[in-house]
């Protein structure tokens, strides 16, 4: 007996099931479609988006329907439009094979004639937002007074956006008797307040523990600086050609910035927050779904009627301000038995945020550092070759040009031809990462640059500063290459726009000037002095200064678009 059927559904609705692809119930399925529909009680359940919520509640109500009576029996309410839209649709894969079972969708930003229109034609099952749904019934096009189910779905979310008042509204045109059942990833105590006024004695059902993140999920964080954090992120992509996935931000503005400054350098991404009219963010969120656009850049709100289930990635731009919403972030990836990683990119301060996320996963960030340019192009490379050996080929489209090409390209060897076929695809990704900054180094000199200077160090003047592209890791190389000591001590750092300063430790002092004065050494065409100048507070410690840790920092080079293509597809 198919599992579906055991949970107590009807062949109609096993059957469209199957041909949903829906083999097994999902946990939260299991445990809430056969308490739904052997009990009148209320029903509080924990389930995250991706946990299977939506058939969860709508199967076992598409099962009680009574479907020769066209009045409203079950209202589901959604907080955005989207996950309303989802919701209907849904609810008519389910009941495709009872035909008499009809739902209405109605939400705010579409024509509300046309949605009275629906209703009077007799529909069983009303999904909407609040919002629109309270004005339907102010209107009287829409009639609560006979419904059995009650069913708030994202609870927390409709809270979360000010629809306390409309849902109070709402509630109060229903009967007393019927069967509340409300879902919420996070249990705040507003979510907890509706329960307590709203349902009684209601059976808790969760799809796991609660607010637990997926166990496909890896969380990693890489550590960034709020300087590099937009670099990591197109390191992060570039490291991953075939990313597909979502950059949660936690403002419309700083979702707008990232996703146009990733357009802007050649990726394929776009914006999806609620300044958009719902006609472009129906329009970008198609997109995603038809992976059109490999990198959605989105607020938590907007991205919460997105029902994608391969996402490769999630990452967090910025880490949101409450944990469930983490939890809530990563759990787009990961789903339907996929594998997925949540990404988090913190700064040093920001890293404090992570243990009580880690808590309440159960489960430990992993850090990883940021892939470096010559990491990127290596990978960037082979997934050029791989998609050289598994592309199809049209003999019979280019069979015509192909003499003329064989005769063009006569006297190469193939090791030529390879050679100059990578070179055309690639130049460009390795002239933009060739001299690239390893990002993760950025991070010590900072954490340098923090530390106070320690009594055994000397403080030197530079008459080199900002203006002449000086930073610290530039800085650092030029120390280095006066070859003033093997492992000499670098302590703090500052840069300034028209002169530095730096410390060097103090048995080296005179070592340093010596070097510098017979080298006298060149910066973009200034001849460098330096100075010893009077200390600042003394505290702190310093910190080694590594061979090679000015690598590739003294030839400054940048473009904004490193891609041509190589596995990006452009708009
Ligand atoms: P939801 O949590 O309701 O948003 O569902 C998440 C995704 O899982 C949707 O794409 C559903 O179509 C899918 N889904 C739900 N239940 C099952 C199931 N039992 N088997 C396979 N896929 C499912």
């Known amino acids: 007996m198919s ?8 062949e109609s609705i096993v059957k469209a099931l199957v041909e949903l692809g829906y083999e097994k119930p999902t946990s939260i399925q299991q445990k809430a479609v056969p308490q739904i529909l052997s009990s009148f009680l209320d029903v509080k359940a924990f389930a995250q988006t991706g946990t299977g919520k939506t058939a969860a509640f709508s199967l076992p109500i598409i099962e009680q329907i009574t479907s020769d009576n066209q009045t409203v029996q079950a209202i589901i309410l959604s907080p955005t439009r989207e996950l309303a839209v989802q919701i209907g649709n849904n609810i008519d894969d389910f009941s495709k094979y009872l035909p008499k079972v009809k739902t209405a969708t109605v939400y705010g930003g579409a024509n509300i004639e046309e949605q009275i229109r629906k209703l009077k034609k007799g529909v069983q099952i009303v999904i909407g937002t609040p919002g629109r749904t309270l004005d339907l019934i102010k209107r009287k096009a829409l009639k609560l007074d006979n419904i059995n189910w009650l069913v708030l779905d994202e609870a927390d979310e409709m809270l979360n956006m000010g629809f306390k008042e409309d849902i109070d509204s709402i509630l109060k045109s229903t009967p007393k008797e019927k069967q509340t059942l409300l879902f919420s990833a996070t249990f705040p105590k507003e979510v907890e307040a509706i329960a307590k006024n709203y349902m009684n004695n209601p059976v808790e059902i969760t799809s796991g523990e609660k607010n637990v993140g997926s166990d496909n999920v890896e969380h990693e964080f890489y550590l960034i600086t709020d300087r590099t954090r937009y670099a990591a992120l197109k390191r992060i992509a570039d490291i991953n050609p075939d990313i597909y996935g979502i950059i949660f931000c936690r403002t419309k503005r700083e979702t707008q910035e990232v996703a146009d400054k990733l357009i802007t350098d050649g ?3 776009d914006s999806l927050h609620g300044d958009l009219s719902q006609n472009q963010r129906d329009s970008v969120m198609e997109k995603f779904r038809q992976k059109k656009i490999q990198m959605l850049v989105a ?4 991205a919460r009627g997105l029902d994608v289930d391969n996402l490769t990635h999630v990452i967090n731009h910025k880490l949101p301000d409450q944990i469930e919403n983490y939890t809530h972030r990563s759990g787009r990836t990961g789903r339907a038995g996929n594998l997925g990683i949540s990404i988090a990119l913190v700064t040093n301060k920001e890293k404090g945020k ?10 430990k960030f992993k850090q990883v550092a940021i892939p470096t340019g010559e990491e990127v192009c290596q990978k960037q490379l082979m997934h050029l070759i791989d998609r050289v ?3 199809d080929v049209n003999n019979s489209q280019i069979e015509s040009f192909l003499p003329k090409i064989y005769e063009k390209l006569d006297g190469l060897s193939r090791e030529e031809l390879i050679q100059r076929f990578v070179s055309l695809e690639f130049n460009s990704f390795l002239s933009y990462y060739e001299n690239s900054r390893d990002l993760n180094e950025l991070i010590e000199e900072k954490r340098g640059k923090g530390r106070a200077s320690s009594e055994n160090m000397t403080r030197f003047f530079i008459n080199l500063g900002r203006k002449d592209k000086l930073n610290p890791a ?5 120390i280095n290459d006066q070859n003033i000591g093997e492992a000499i001590d670098i302590g703090a750092i500052d840069i300034l726009d028209t002169f530095s300063f730096f410390e060097v430790e103090k048995e080296f002092e005179s070592e340093t000037l ?3 004065e017979k080298n006298t050494p060149d910066f973009n065409g200034r001849t460098v002095n330096i100075e010893i100048t009077k200390k600042e507070k003394a505290t702190g410690r310093s910190r080694k200064n590594k061979k090679g840790f ?3 920092g003294n030839k400054p080079r940048r473009k904004s678009n490193p891609a041509s293509g190589f596995g990006r597809r452009r708009k």
């Open 474 to 478: 530039r800085l650092i190389g030029l």
């Open 514 to 516: 010596d070097a510098f």
């Open 389 to 391: 050996k598994t592309i």
């Open 3 to 10: 599992l579906f059927k055991s949970l107590g559904l009807n």
């Open 267 to 269: 990726y394929s991404a």
């Open 354 to 363: 992570l243990h009580p996320i880690e808590k309440k996963l159960k489960k």
């Open 550 to 552: 000015s690598k590739g």
């Open 299 to 302: 607020t938590d709100v907007a």
